[in-house]
């Protein structure tokens, strides 16, 4: 597919402005629309067009009805939480549930650790991701398509595979329960690798090749011309990155024991499934949900157009 | 190919040729060496990395499973003994295991064609029937693959409590009593099923819209021209021309359902007697509870099989189907 036509293709999407203009033989999106709209059947259309918005809210109503439940329900007193038929809105929001929760989980120290761990992660992906994308898309080096085959088998290997060993080993490294531990087996992913390897291809051989010739060592095209021209793709490597690591269950679950040592989502788990878990109501366990989703709702929200853009380009493939 | 990333493609200007990495542009010869010694520094960190946290623990594990590694061999590994294949020969015969197995392939079976199913014509509708909002829905079905998956399963199993969870109010708006979804053993699976579906539409959506994205408009234009029907050019067109993205959807949504852990871990525990229980959480326990780490290595072996054989046969129908 040529580059123009693709360019057509994804211009709509971005914004309601007008197309790039229709310099090839085909129209546009918005053409197809106009000449749709002097046609008789421009009536059927609008309805047509009525009834997927419908369709499409209803589906919305579903999936963000969860999300609702959760925000509402955190928010109630304990009688309104336990009745039945259940109250759906609370008619006294009450803090109540937050303070309970706090009470029996230290969350500033879980949090702090999933923020921590998930920073150490996200740096050290950014730099050692973009290393080897950077060799892999622009260095000729003997053994090259080895290394990029890796990165690909690495990417198709399911994550249960490697766990028991990784447990024995890092026994041994004593890094359990500690924050090496959490990082390590995270600290450089083949997504991250294929990521930047993807958009560091379409940088111009012309531009590193006169660096070259101008006698600049091959770190510094790296970390000064390069990194600065793939800040779009950093940045959608940091959310995917920082956000996996936030959410990442499995890992922490078994490389912690110790509580102090616990991410969010553990310790959210573990107070969960305790089955003699000491009055802890579902009101409080919405309060923890809430409190972990709500951060990454709003930074998702911000920042929706790089996680469509970076799923887009792992899906090129 | 890669048409989402013109914002890195910068100083190119559109159209023009990259030249080939082996283009005769002078100075070539000497950074030649250079570049060799650079590829290979560039590539170390992630090369270590690599090969101590993945290569090494997967071959491990394989080792693993032919021992009878239990839990005085974490400190101890050389310890363990060697068994053959008596890990494997007892999975077989392991009816908690085969439950296990037949568990994933249910939530499988179901789960992956709802998911693409309800994810394409989701993107689809978002793609031609509408032109305002469209970020807006886009983002709230997507919304729900960024959300912390241990604190979602918390609030689905409030949503599905039978006496005070969400459904339980919809249900008795309409008079009918809601039942014990989670504690069912018909009715479990199913819910976690549906919750992966909401989960994950959000994905396979965003795949098939930068698919249709990819679409000449032109040839959809000359389907009209020629006086197909909606369904005509869906069939005819959107279909085919989607096979790839397809093709990489289905597969990354087996994969991920194939492994699935976190659900049953949170919602059911495996729970009620083992209708939840799958493989992934099954190989957790018997590695993580009870130390019995050369038979879940074991495990993880048959699983990892599977996931290629499923993967390599999903690659051959799709394949096969473009010509």
């Not at chain 1, 150490?120 to 892999?136: D, E, I, K, Q, R």
């Not at chain 1, 080096?141 to 766990?163: E, Q, Y």
């Not at chain 2, 914002?7 to 950074?31: D, E, I, L, N, Q």
Request: hydrophobic share 50%; charged share 15%; net charge positive.
């Amino acid at each position: 597919m040529s580059a123009t036509s693709g360019n057509a293709a994804v211009e709509p999407l971005k914004s309601d402005a007008p197309p790039t203009p229709p310099k090839n033989n085909g129209g546009t999106t918005n053409d197809r629309k106009n000449n749709g709209g002097k046609k008789n059947n421009g009536g059927q259309r609008n309805v047509s067009r009525r009834l997927v918005y419908v369709l499409l809210s209803l589906g919305l109503l579903v999936m963000s009805a969860p999300f609702l439940w959760m925000g509402l329900s955190a928010f109630k007193t304990q009688s309104e939480l336990s009745a039945s038929p259940p109250v759906w809105i609370p008619t006294e929001w009450t803090l109540e549930n937050f303070r309970q929760l706090l009470d029996k989980l230290d969350l500033p120290l879980y949090f702090m650790n999933s923020v921590i761990v998930a920073v150490l992660v996200t740096v050290s992906n950014l730099v050692f991701c973009s290393m080897l994308g950077y060799a892999l898309a622009k260095l000729n080096f003997v053994g090259r398509n080895k290394v990029f085959g890796l990165v690909l088998g690495a990417l198709m290997v399911p994550g249960n595979l490697m766990l028991l060993p990784l447990f024995v080993l890092m026994s041994k490294l004593q890094l359990i329960d500690s924050y090496a531990g959490l990082v390590l087996p995270f600290a450089a992913g083949a997504f991250g690798v294929f990521l930047m390897r993807q958009f560091m291809q379409s940088i111009p051989d012309e531009l590193l090749e006169a660096a070259r010739m101008d006698g600049a060592s091959e770190w510094y095209i790296f970390w000064r011309i390069v990194m600065p021209l793939v800040k779009p793709a950093l940045a959608t490597l940091s959310i995917f990155t920082f956000l996996g690591s936030w959410n990442n269950f499995v890992w922490p679950l078994i490389a912690t024991n110790d509580p102090d040592k616990y991410t969010l989502p553990v310790a959210l788990a573990t107070f969960a499934t305790d089955p003699n878990k000491a009055g802890g109501s579902n009101g409080m366990l919405m309060a923890g949900a809430f409190l972990i989703v709500l951060p990454v709702l709003v930074v998702f929200i911000a920042l929706q157009r790089h996680f469509t853009q970076g799923i887009a380009t792992a899906g090129m493939k | 190919m890669s048409t989402t990333t013109e914002k890195a493609r910068g100083p190119r200007k559109a159209g023009t040729a990259p030249s080939p990495a082996t283009g005769g542009s002078r100075g070539r010869k000497p950074s030649m060496g250079v570049q060799n010694a650079a590829g290979w520094l560039f590539s170390t960190p992630f090369l270590v990395l690599f090969t101590v946290f993945m290569a090494f623990p997967i071959l491990a594990t394989l080792v693993m499973s032919f021992t009878d590694f239990g839990l005085r061999n974490v400190t101890r590994p050389w310890e363990a003994n060697f068994i053959g294949f008596e890990n494997y020969v007892n999975l077989f015969g392991d009816e908690k295991f085969l439950k296990s197995l037949f568990n994933t392939g249910y939530f499988v079976v179901v789960g992956v064609p709802l998911t693409i199913g309800i994810g394409l014509v989701v993107a689809v509708l978002l793609n031609n029937g509408i032109d305002r909002a469209r970020t807006f829905f886009r983002v709230g079905f997507y919304a729900p693959v960024v959300t912390t998956i241990v604190a979602v399963a918390v609030v689905w199993r409030f949503v599905l409590d039978p006496s005070d969870g969400l459904i339980a109010g919809l249900f008795s708006e309409v008079g009918w009593t809601a039942p014990d979804f989670l504690g069912s053993e018909t009715l479990a699976m199913p819910s976690l099923i549906v919750m992966a579906v909401w989960r994950n539409v959000g994905t396979v959506m965003v795949l098939f819209i930068a698919g249709l994205q990819a679409i000449p408009t032109e040839v959809r234009e000359a389907a009209k021209l020629d006086g197909a029907s909606v369904w005509q050019e869906f069939r005819g067109i959107t279909v085919p021309l989607l096979r790839p993205t397809l093709l990489y959807a289905t597969v990354i949504t087996t994969i991920g359902y194939l492994n699935v852990f976190e659900e049953p871990f949170v919602m059911t525990q495996g729970g009620p007697s083992d209708s939840t229980l799958t493989v992934s959480l099954n190989m957790y326990r018997e590695g993580f509870n009870f130390f019995h780490m050369g038979y879940a290595s074991a495990m993880a072996y048959v699983l990892f099989v599977v996931i290629m054989g499923i993967t390599v046969l999903q690659l051959r129908l799709l394949k096969d189907n473009t010509k």
